[in-house]
């Protein structure tokens, strides 16, 4: 808070070189001493008192009128000096309140981890991003015995903290079903009960539980009011939406969920993703599906990993480099 | 310590009063302009929550005069409805006139000592201490 | 940002009348001024143009080196404009995020909801107050099947949102915990091979586990490093520590509890803490333990709920309203 | 638009050069003398980021000069190393300078629109602009 005299005697120098020449090199002198001013906490109506101290060693006749108006304007700067130490107290309080969630969010990172199945003549490709430090997004690869695995992709309504506390505990709840339990349907019927009576009325939870059955070239899948994801045929070169209906998790203890079924064929795709890929925004306008499935199209020849990469360093620039929700995109290829 | 000095806040105009008093004590302890006039504004903020919120009360000075060092203590006595939540009030931010760096977490930072007790239904006793540098 | 009319003539004639007569009043006058300046988001800068502005409306002769002197400190204070703006957006970003927060810490209550058991001839009181908004004590209670309960508290080390985090997993593992598998010791077991799994190496949590079962008038208990409780013998109205022996949970995967058990008699209390009770603070001080049990002893006559509630509100105010760690406090006293 | 004026930045003093330039022209278009100095603060910013870790780059100059309202363009042009992760450069408090306010978030609050290209190991196209009220 104290004024040092050195700053004293630079600011008059300064200001006694800009009243004479009135140059531009004074007033960049003015600037870079104001940041030191800022950085060495020195609050507004200090630099006031500074001014008036300075002016008065360059000018001892100064009219008195003047003396009295500068003390004015040091009554008026007070509160703003008030305000900018509430401002250094908030700084550091905010400072410290993002490491804090920087480490939730590295926690969260260590506990939602999944592996990719290593599964021959299938290529995946994975890329999930946080809008904020934590994730409200969620995906999962669960093996199975018998050479089959389950992809679970979620979304909680909602960003942030409260949604990745959410997140966490479909984790536990996936952890906790029997391995043997690999039906999309009874799966979602599970977790819809555990979520149900677990949390919060106002918390919800969109789920689409993909099964693949290599022996069978199959996908079996339910959807729990999850974003619907895309089949890409390969021989058309075309889209195709992935239907289902099914009732989000959370509203209702005794939901049932139904079951589908499909056939892949060679490069053929299936994508998953949430809706923080096809709600993504250009300006204040919410992109279209086939805006969308054009970007992902201009990639379907790159390996799956490159693609997802591609289409996300896509809708970053886009949207610029700001995503307004957890983005989550997995692409599934048929190899053989 | 001096005897007390102190202004009983009944009408907005003795804001002005416990400001004046305590702007004179400070300047005759030492303190320079910058100083005095952020006495004044936590005068103003504690004689203002008594003039709003409280019926009764004043603002009393001390002055401290110690071996080592000089400095003014200033008082506010209310028997006004108390704070329910101490711990709230003193929280940035929560001033509900929504000014910025307003309310007691202002008071605080103008001075260089603060002390709150409150009891509800009885009252709150502000007491702040600011020393000559 | 732009000044009004009416701002510029209040500015101009408090600034005559402080000139003239400069009476406190005129300065109380500039101090409100300030106040609605700050409210109405007026930068620092525009300040000093108002005061040039009203200044040279008053005093058209001016002299031309204060003019020059007066744009020097508009200069000067442009950059505590900007600091003054983030500042806004901070005080935005803060409530955004502490709202946030307080969701979460919705979420956590409603997932952690425990109710106490509700057994013949045992009074129980329980208290739990986080820190801050979200808290990283836990306690359970686990109803068994044949009139015996348990209760579960733990502490994660750390507080806020990490340990929050940390804090739902038990939960979860406790959930998933077989409810025939009752033995303290077994359920620690369990536990510590879950946090070691799932969590971060940076993270512990601490346990006790007691089991009471009414038909033997005994409890079994295991603890995870936990603090010790206490128990209370009512004939010679005297506090004994628990002691223990045992790992925390999420050191090494293959720890192993030692089980303890003791009879209760008529009146006897079990009081379970977590740290935040022990070690409160007064001013720069740790109180020691015969302190926190002379607290306790004083309200022993009281029912158990009422008991917890007085020890917090006592330890409440010593620590001036601001706890620094989560406080949990249980008591169970066997009334016949 | 008219034509673009620049200013060629090697040494500080062509920050120097490049504040007066600007200042000039929003003198000029008829921006006052606050509005003046915020024009002159933001040039230093992007200036000296050129300064200080580009080896070649300009700051340049248009004026915009609509139907219905008139405005200062500044442009900053390098060919630096570029920025690795622009979300993280535009978030309030991360200049490592320490300073508070400072960086490219302050620049961005001097003036009414903000547009940022990055390109790494290719250089950094920044251009901010400002409408007379
Ligand atoms: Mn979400
Ligand atoms: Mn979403
Ligand atoms: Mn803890
Ligand atoms: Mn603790």
């Given at each position: 808070m104290e004024t040092l005299n050195t700053d004293?005697?630079?600011?008059?120098?300064?200001?006694?070189?800009?009243?004479?020449?009135?140059?531009?090199?004074?007033?960049?002198g003015a600037e870079q001493l104001s940041k030191a001013f800022i950085k060495d906490n020195v609050p507004p109506e200090e630099i006031i008192n500074l001014h008036i101290q300075a002016l008065s060693e360059l000018y001892p006749d100064i009219p008195e009128y003047l003396q009295y108006s500068m003390n004015f304007?040091?009554?008026?700067?007070?509160?703003?000096?008030?305000?900018?130490?509430?401002?250094?107290?908030?700084?550091?309080?905010?400072?410290?309140?993002?490491?804090?969630?920087?480490?939730?969010?590295?926690?969260?990172?260590?506990l939602l981890a999944t592996t990719e199945p290593d599964v021959d003549g299938l290529d995946i490709g994975v890329i999930s991003v946080p809008a904020h430090q934590m994730s409200g997004d969620y995906y999962h690869f669960v093996m199975g015995e018998d050479g089959s695995f389950g992809i679970a992709v979620a979304d909680v309504i909602g960003k942030g903290i409260p949604a990745a506390l959410c997140m966490s505990m479909i984790k536990y709840s996936m952890d906790s079903l029997p391995k043997a339990t690999m039906s999309p349907k009874t799966i979602l019927k599970n977790l819809n009960r555990v979520v149900e009576r677990n949390v919060d009325a106002s918390m919800f939870i969109t789920m689409f539980y993909t099964q693949y059955i290599p022996a069978e070239s199959k996908i079996r899948y339910s959807s729990a009011g999850h974003e619907p994801g895309f089949y890409y045929n390969a021989r058309s070169k075309t889209f195709e939406e992935i239907k289902t209906k099914g009732l989000v998790l959370g509203v209702s203890p005794d939901a049932d969920y139904r079951e589908y079924e499909r056939t892949i064929y060679k490069d053929d795709m299936i994508i998953l993703l949430t809706d923080g890929v096809t709600e993504c925004r250009q300006g204040d306008r919410f992109i279209e599906t086939e805006e969308v499935l054009e970007v992902i199209g201009q990639y379907t020849d790159l390996p799956a990993q490159e693609m997802v990469n591609?289409?996300?360093?896509?809708?970053e620039r886009m949207q610029n480099f700001r995503f307004r929700d957890d983005f989550t995109l997995i692409v599934l290829r048929k190899e053989v | 310590m001096d005897l007390q000095s102190c202004v009983t806040i009944e009408k907005e105009w003795d804001i002005v009063k416990a400001r004046q008093l305590g702007?004179?004590?400070?300047?005759?302890?030492?303190?320079?302009?910058?100083?005095?006039?952020?006495?004044?504004?936590?005068?103003?903020?504690?004689?203002?929550?008594?003039?709003?919120?409280?019926?009764?009360?004043?603002?009393?000075?001390?002055?401290?005069?110690e071996l080592d060092q000089k400095g003014i203590a200033v008082i506010s006595l209310d028997t006004g409805p108390g704070i329910q939540n101490i711990s709230q009030v003193m929280e940035d931010g929560y001033s509900t006139s929504g000014g910025l760096g307003a309310g007691l977490p202002g008071v605080k930072r103008l001075f260089d000592q603060f002390d709150i007790q409150s009891e509800e239904g009885k009252?709150?006793?502000?007491?702040?201490?600011?020393?000559?540098?």
């Open positions: 004293i005697s630079n600011y008059r120098n300064l200001l006694k070189h800009y009243i004479e020449i009135r140059d531009e090199q004074s007033l960049y304007l040091l009554e008026i700067m007070i509160s703003y000096g008030v305000a900018h130490q509430e401002f250094q107290t908030l700084r550091e309080e905010q400072s410290e309140l993002k490491s804090e969630i920087a480490v939730a969010a590295n926690m969260q990172d260590t591609k289409v996300y360093k896509h809708f | 702007r004179d004590i400070a300047r005759e302890i030492g303190f320079g302009t910058v100083d005095q006039a952020r006495i004044a504004t936590a005068i103003s903020e504690l004689a203002r929550n008594i003039y709003l919120y409280a019926d009764n009360g004043q603002v009393c000075f001390e002055v401290a005069d009252g709150t006793e502000i007491r702040v201490m600011k020393w000559l540098r």
